[in-house]
């Protein structure tokens, strides 16, 4: 983290469990945006300081319709930007499951539903 610090405009965080909003601010340049999507269970800290001095921004957004969600696909794939997941067939649920209890997940996991057909 600390070889990325300040080095970013913008972050997506799409993270819906417990996690330390300030250490992913410190990554945004000056006047870099951090919009959350994801929604924990519990009210996320933010240190005054991580936003004021460094001049950053924290917005939030719902994730919107089909037309936004379009949009936005084409605005990644117009400029490269992709994410890290780990497919999984919908055989392997239960342990992604269990993985996930372990807190032995680096990506985020997507079932590939073609494999429902295999079920």
């Known amino acids: ?3 990325h610090a300040c080095s970013l405009d913008f972050i997506l965080d799409c993270v819906s469990a417990q996690h330390d909003l300030n250490a ?3 990554l945004l340049k000056l006047d870099g945006t951090l919009c959350l999507v994801g929604v924990p269970e519990h009210p996320l800290a933010v240190h005054a300081f991580s936003v004021i001095m460094p001049r950053r921004n924290f917005s939030g957004s719902c994730i919107g319709g089909i037309p936004e969600t379009q949009e936005m696909l084409e605005f990644c794939a117009k400029h490269g930007i992709v994410s890290d ?12 499951w269990d993985r996930m209890i372990k807190q032995d997940v680096r990506y985020r996991f997507v079932i ?7 079920a």
């Open 85 to 96: 997941i780990e497919l999984i067939p919908i055989q392997q649920i239960n342990q992604a």
């Open 112 to 118: 590939d539903m073609a494999s429902l057909k295999q």
């Open 24 to 26: 992913y601010l410190a």
């Open 1 to 3: 983290m600390a070889k």
